[in-house]
């Protein structure tokens, strides 16, 4: 059986202009990952990333550890089926619609981007509305067809390693509930609301054999909190 582990990000900078980056703890998360995986002795045999920065720069913490110890790793190859949806854009796109139904999203939006329970409850509201499919919004992508491309890229890459490899993929929560939502048969939203439950720098690691793919492990955190600072255990 082939393993695949999928990570996700670490910490992006919330509420900065430019979110695609690693904040302070974003980095302290995927140093704390990248020495986990060196102890564990995490040999992979091929190593992907997405093409956004929060992912590429918690994929070089790691390439980075591994080549100070003289611990060979494949050369690290960026993939965009792994990129995140463009959360921004559905915000922007489906924010009207919602503010004359509920009466409470006035506040939250107006503290959305330095208040971070603000921010979820927002976000949560609107992405429920984006999955369903039914209020589709020009320009916006779907679910249906953001899944179908992380799927599509995943059986890409499992097809040209071959059968009984070890692959790594750096990316975000989208991609890995996209996947699980594969691999578990789950509802759009149930697959959304997995989203929601993945923590910055998580390892969720699934097994495959040709065609058939399963979820091993999910969310492993633990070298966060085998640090005993609950501060480093964050999902935004």
Known sequence: M???YMIRHGQASFGSENYDRLSEMGHEQSRTLAYHLLAIGLAPDALYSGAMERQKDTARAMVDLYGER?????????????????????????VADLTGEDPSLPEDLANMYTDRKAFQRVFEKILIRWVTGRYRKPGIV??????????????RIISENGRGKTIVIFTSGGPISAVIQTALSLSDENALRVAWQIANSS?????????????????ETAHLTLKKDPALVTYR
Not at 70 to 89: K, M, T
Not at 142 to 155: H, I, P, Q, S
Not at 212 to 219: C, D, E, G, V
């Open 142 to 155: 779907t679910w249906e067809a953001f899944r179908e491309r992380v799927n599509d890229g995943l059986k």
């Open 70 to 94: 003289g611990v060979s790793l494949p050369e690290l190859w960026i993939e965009e089926a792994f990129n995140e949806y463009d959360s921004r854009a559905i915000i922007v796109s489906y």
């Open 203 to 219: 390892v969720t690691k699934f097994v495959y054999n040709g065609e058939r793919l399963t979820l091993a492990a999910f969310n």
């Open 2 to 4: 082939g393993k695949l």
